[in-house]
């Protein structure tokens, strides 16, 4: 009877399609070139994940890795006992199918899935503020419609609302002037008669005497 043996294939990575022989009890995977399994990537920490044999199989432990190790698209919370054509994820870009081959004939028992049908692990979406709704502008008010008449007097009906107004004008001017000729001949008169009543000396003569005292 043909003895059985296990590998790792890798499907997407730095080598795809590059196999790697589980031959040993206890196998290291990391980016570090002291690790048994070396995979140079930027999601691979430098000692990422352990695999120890187990009875009929191997069993898969990450060793607390920055990117975290992945089977079937869950992330390992403990040890996981890994079944042929389980598909292994070392952070985002790396995966391994895990497969069991017999020495004698070397067919591939448990062929791995497509690589379609593969989900990887999704990162958690970043929050995304609400939008900011945007300032509506502010309504400018329609324009009036210009006037006919703009810049114009109008003509017509309009014409017999000025004429009283400037006639009463020209009666006040009138009027004004003429009082002020008049206080000016009533002081002519009273500057006059105050000259002649001195020039006469009529301080004296009565009636005047009782109020000077003459």
Not at 63 to 74: C, D, P
Not at 141 to 154: F, K, L, N
Not at 190 to 211: E, K, S
Request: aromatic fraction near 8%; charged fraction near 15%.
């Amino acid at each position: 009877m043909a003895s059985q043996s296990f590998q790792l294939v890798m499907r997407t990575g730095p080598h795809p399609g590059k196999v790697f022989a589980l031959n040993k009890n206890e196998m290291f995977v990391g980016r570090d070139i002291n690790n048994d399994i070396v995979i140079n990537d930027a999601e691979v920490s430098r000692k990422h994940a352990r695999l120890l044999a187990q009875a009929g199989g191997y069993l898969l432990e990450d060793l607390g890795s920055t990117n975290g190790s992945f089977v079937n698209g869950q992330r390992l919370m403990g040890p996981h006992v890994l079944r042929p054509g389980e598909m292994i994820m070392f952070g985002e870009n790396v995966s391994l199918a895990f497969e069991l081959v017999y020495d004698a004939d070397a067919t591939v028992i448990g062929a791995p899935p497509p690589a379609a049908t593969y989900v990887p692990p999704q990162p958690v979406p970043a929050y995304q503020p609400p939008p900011v709704p945007a300032a509506q502008p502010v309504p400018q008010p329609a324009p009036q419609p210009r006037s006919v008449y703009s810049g114009q007097v109008p003509q017509g009906p309009a014409e017999p609302y000025y004429e009283p107004l400037q006639e009463e004008r020209r009666d006040n001017r009138r009027l004004i002037i003429a009082g002020c000729v008049v206080l000016a001949v009533l002081a002519c008169l009273l500057i006059a008669g105050a000259f002649a009543f001195d020039m006469l000396n009529l301080y004296c003569v009565p009636p005047f005497n009782a109020l000077f005292g003459c």
